[in-house]
Antibody, heavy 118, light 112 residues
Framework: EVQLVESGGGLVQPGGSLRLSCAAS????????MHWVRQATGKGLEWVSA???????YYPGSVKGRFTISRENAKNSLYLQMNSLRAGDTAVYYC????????????WGQGTLVTVSS | QSALTQPASVSGSPGQSITISCTGT?????????VSWYQQHPGKAPKLMIY???NRPSGVSNRFSGSKSGNTASLTISGLQAEDEADYYC????????????FGTGTKVTVL
C-alpha cells in the first residue's frame, strides 16, 4: 500500500525557516517524480514544487529562490526547505507521488500545517 | 499564469448527472493530455479521480468520466450520490515559463 506521511509543520515567525519531510513507503520511491502542493484554509490547491527522479527541480515564481525541494532515495524521503517565510505561505502542505510518465499526482499524504505568524 | 477556471459550484439531485468544466489555454489544457481531476472531502487529502483526460485509476467508480475539447476539460458524474458531495479540482501540466503544473479554482458539488 502506497503511503506518504508528512511532518515538520508548525508555527514560525515571518522571515523564518522550516523544513518539511515526507516519508514514503509501499512503492519504489526512487522511480517516481514527486510534488509538494499546498492549500490555504478555505482556498484551492496550489502547486509548490516538483522533483524528478534525476533530481531536476521545478518551482512557481511565488516560491522560487525561497523554497528548495530535495529527495533522499536511500531514506525514501522527500523534503521541502522553506526560507524567508511569509504570512501568505500559511497552508497545509501535501506531498504527492506522480503518475509514472506524466506530471500528474496520484497518491497524496494527509498534509502538514504550516502557520507563519508573529 | 493563473489557475484554470472552474465554476464555483454545481448541484444536482441524487441519480442525476452533472458536468464540471475546466477552462485553460493552449499552453496547458489545450496543449497536453495531462489533465487530471481530484475529489476532496472536508479535512481530507485530495483523491485522484481521472488522469490523462479520461483515464480512471483502479477503484474509482465508472460513474466518473472525463473528456476534453479544445482548451476546456470536463468531469461528468453520473448517477449522482450523496457521497459525491465534495470539492473537485482539475489540474494540468503547463508549458508556462513560470510554472510546471497548475490547478483549477475548484468546484463545490452539492447533492440536493
Amino acid at each position: 500500500e502506497v503511503q506518504l506521511v508528512e511532518s515538520g509543520g508548525g508555527l514560525v515567525q515571518p522571515g523564518g525557516s522550516l523544513r518539511l519531510s515526507c516519508a514514503a513507503s509501499g512503492f519504489t520511491f526512487s522511480s517516481y517524480d514527486m510534488h509538494w502542493v499546498r492549500q490555504a484554509t478555505g482556498k484551492g490547491l496550489e502547486w509548490v514544487s516538483a522533483i524528478g527522479t534525476a533530481g531536476d527541480t521545478y518551482y512557481p515564481g511565488s516560491v522560487k529562490g525561497r523554497f528548495t525541494i530535495s529527495r533522499e532515495n536511500a531514506k525514501n524521503s522527500l523534503y521541502l526547505q522553506m526560507n524567508s517565510l511569509r504570512a501568505g505561505d500559511t497552508a497545509v502542505y501535501y506531498c504527492a507521488r506522480v503518475v509514472a510518465g506524466t506530471s500528474q499526482p496520484d497518491y497524496w499524504g494527509q498534509g502538514t500545517l504550516v502557520t507563519v505568524s508573529s | 499564469q493563473s489557475a484554470l477556471t472552474q465554476p464555483a459550484s454545481v448541484s444536482g439531485s441524487p441519480g442525476q448527472s452533472i458536468t464540471i468544466s475546466c477552462t485553460g489555454t493552449s499552453s496547458d489544457v489545450g496543449g497536453y493530455n495531462y489533465v487530471s481531476w481530484y475529489q476532496q472531502h472536508p479535512g481530507k487529502a485530495p483523491k485522484l479521480m481521472i488522469y490523462d483526460v479520461s483515464n480512471r485509476p483502479s477503484g474509482v467508480s465508472n460513474r466518473f468520466s472525463g473528456s476534453k475539447s479544445g482548451n476546456t476539460a470536463s468531469l461528468t458524474i453520473s448517477g449522482l450520490q450523496a457521497e459525491d458531495e465534495a470539492d473537485y479540482y482539475c489540474s494540468s501540466y503547463t508549458s508556462s515559463s513560470t510554472l510546471l503544473y497548475v490547478f483549477g479554482t475548484g468546484t463545490k458539488v452539492t447533492v440536493l
